[in-house]
């Protein structure tokens, strides 16, 4: 069916603006760390919010107040989780995971790479575009808990222990 009606497509414009609103609200409420650059947790959060939001939006058998509690419920819990994963390791470990060094002094470390699933290839297109044409000039080259892959270039090697909380997986 194409049209059911203006009062449907009047009830999702005054919904939809308000629970657009709701949102935009607690998202600044919460503040900048539920906007950051995200890690898997924060990808889940983001996707059960749109998912919410086109709840709210297109289903009668919701009402706005259940969908802005519902909102305000996945952003208290995203907000409790990074608070707790701040000051317990533990739960950092759990939600976020650690940073793997997949390269290491020119040498790419096998076995971590497999365990990240991440191909020589997409370790040197990171070198390429971090200038160096070759695994020999970087010192390391680390998976970043948000998926993203750092280069520590040979010129810039900071000294080993600033790299000793990266977890270096898979060498030998």
Known sequence: MFFNGWENLF????????????????????????????????LIVTVALG????????????????????????????FAI??????????KRLVTGEPLM?????ELLTRALRQARVTQDEV??????????????AHAVI????GSLSVVKESDSPTDSSLEGVRRAGQG
């Open 82 to 91: 990074t608070w707790l994963s701040v000051r317990k390791r533990w739960v």
């Open 143 to 146: 998976l970043e808990t948000d």
């Open 51 to 78: 998912s919410t939001l086109a709840t709210i939006l297109l289903s009668k058998d919701v009402a706005l107040a259940e969908g802005a509690l519902a909102l305000g419920l996945l952003i208290f819990l995203q």
């Open 11 to 42: 009830r999702t414009l005054i919904v939809g603006v308000l629970a657009y609103a709701v949102l935009v609200i607690f998202l600044r409420l919460s503040g900048n760390r539920t906007l950051s650059k995200m890690n898997a947790f924060d």
């Open 124 to 137: 040197r297109a990171a070198l390429r575009s971090s200038g160096l044409g070759n695994v020999s000039e």
């Open 102 to 106: 997949l390269l290491y002094r020119g």
